[in-house]
Nanobody, 118 residues
Framework: QVQLVESGGGLVQAGSSLRLSCAAS????????IAWFRRASGKEREYLAS????????FYTDSVKGRSTISTDLGKNTVYLQMNNLKPEDTAVYLC???????????WGQGTQVTVSS
């Protein structure tokens, strides 16, 4: 079954760190780009970061740049998003997606909730 499964979310205090995981199955991750998005209540979905097939190319949006690191473990077919110094405004459902060369999502995971208390 082709799917992406996110995990690692939770309820944390401001200033804490979390590592979100996106486990891919049913396809070879090495042939794909994976991106992280988030969707906060009442707001549009926001692109956060993506990483290329090689695992060396990564891109971040300004809201998380400097506080986040995206990485891959090809042996586990998993992409991680390490987020540090979390803020209440980071509260959202975090989703990963397989994207094409234009960044268009092709496959979504179900999401993992991150809640940051002040």
């Amino acid at each position: 079954q082709v799917q992406l499964v996110e995990s690692g979310g939770g309820l944390v205090q401001a200033g804490s760190s979390l590592r979100l995981s996106c486990a891919a199955s049913g396809f070879t991750f090495g042939d794909s780009r994976i991106a992280w998005f988030r969707r906060a209540s009442g707001k549009e979905r926001e692109y956060l970061a993506s990483i290329t097939e090689s695992g060396f190319g990564s891109f971040y949006t300004d809201s998380v740049k400097g506080r986040s690191t995206i990485s891959t473990d090809l042996g586990k077919n998993t992409v991680y998003l390490q987020m540090n110094n979390l803020k209440p405004e980071d509260t959202a459902v975090y989703l990963c997606a397989r994207v094409d060369q234009f960044g268009t999502p092709l496959l979504w995971g179900q999401g993992t909730q991150v809640t940051v208390s002040s």
